[in-house]
């Protein structure tokens, strides 16, 4: 069990940055994420930590150890492709053994290793089976055993789970949060799946365009998004254009809509500034009465509701024409129906940069 840390790490393929000047610390046994679209370069990251891809500049350390010309072998990761990659030809205990054979381990202690791994991920009696006598679930195991048998500091996982079925993932989430607590080894892992990364990481790093745009627990990268791009892409957000007042008792914007109370969003934020004023949907809530205390009250129209049996979704226009989704989760007390006129109530607004305003400014 170690931990990471990346120096100002560039990577680029022909003229795509791919990397740029990643800085990134990872504590020992910490279960990691690394979250983002197709092409954020998360996976390029992966590899450099992995050693099959060499950075343009910057270093990795293990520890205190500066890793950044150490070939794959030597640097005893074990990894976890999103293809799996098992080989065909040999049998599930062959393709778990296979890391310690290149490590001329010998017998007795090889065959002590791999049964104690597929003992692990619960494939013992699949030992003398091939891979495409495997289900995606059970080859996805086989590839974690190969992994875990050769006792690796660190585990990387290229979204392992993409190529389940939603039930099967779910399963195997569990799976892998039981054995990273059993191993107490340090975990990084790779997806675009917000839900997944919500639900297993101790903290995330959201990725855009080669560069860490905000690190953090779950629930502050949820809850506090530091840019609009990790508002949008971890779940769903409503956004009211507005310009800040006040920041002297609670930052106040001007909206279209009026006044909204909410905190701030990134440092150094001052009155005159251009701003989003970001709200989850189930930070919003029909106001059915006079009663309570609420900062934040809009008034609209219910357009269109959306019945989804535990929740239900409701899509109310203001009166600036902005359009903002709500959710309710009991939905078997709701008695509101579109067309209705309708009060609500904001919390848990966090005022973002307006980054259209910034480029506007640059041009």
């Not at 590899?47 to 270093?59: D, H, K, N, V, Y």
Request: charged share 25%; with cysteine.
């Amino acid at each position: 069990m170690l931990g990471i840390r990346l120096e100002n790490v560039t990577k680029r393929f022909d003229n795509v940055l791919a990397l740029d000047r990643i800085n990134l610390e990872i504590d020992a046994g910490e279960f990691f994420f690394l979250l983002g679209p197709s092409g954020c370069g998360k996976t390029t990251l992966l590899r450099i930590l992995a050693g099959f891809e060499q950075p343009e500049s910057g270093r990795v350390l293990f520890d205190e150890r500066d890793v950044t010309a150490v070939p794959p072998h030597e640097r005893n990761t074990g990894m976890v492709f999103q293809n799996y990659a098992l080989w065909p030809h040999m049998t599930v205990w062959k393709n778990v053994e296979y890391g310690l054979t290149m490590r001329n381990m010998p017998q007795h202690e090889r065959d002590q290793k791999v049964k104690r791994a597929l003992e692990m991920v619960q494939m013992s009696g699949y030992a003398r089976r091939s891979p495409n006598q495997l289900s995606g679930g059970q080859q996805q195991r086989v590839a974690l055993a190969r992994a875990l048998v050769i006792e690796p500091d660190v585990v990387l996982l290229d979204e392992p789970l993409s190529n389940l079925d939603a039930r099967l993932r779910l399963e195997m989430r569990e799976q892998l949060l039981d054995l990273q607590r059993t191993l107490d080894v340090t975990m990084i892992y790779v997806t675009h799946d917000q839900k997944e990364a919500l639900a297993m990481g101790e903290r995330i790093a959201v990725m855009q365009m080669g560069k860490v745009a905000q690190i953090g627990t779950p629930r502050d990268v949820y809850r506090q998004p530091l840019t609009r791009f990790v508002a949008d892409f971890i779940g769903e957000i409503n956004l009211i254009s507005g310009e800040i007042k006040s920041v002297e008792s609670g930052v106040v914007a001007a909206t279209d809509v009026g006044d909204m109370l909410g905190q701030a969003g990134y440092e150094g934020i001052q009155v005159g500034d251009r701003v989003l004023c970001a709200i989850r949907p189930e930070a919003i809530g029909f106001l059915l009465d006079e009663s309570g205390a609420v900062d934040n009250v809009i008034s609209g129209h219910v357009q269109r509701a959306i019945y989804l049996g535990e929740v239900e979704q409701f899509f109310v226009e203001l009166a600036s024409g902005d359009q903002v989704k709500l959710i309710k989760y009991d939905a078997t007390m709701q008695h509101v129906q579109p067309g209705d006129e309708v009060r609500l109530g904001f919390s848990q607004v966090v005022m973002l940069r307006d980054e259209a305003e910034d480029r506007d400014e640059a041009v």
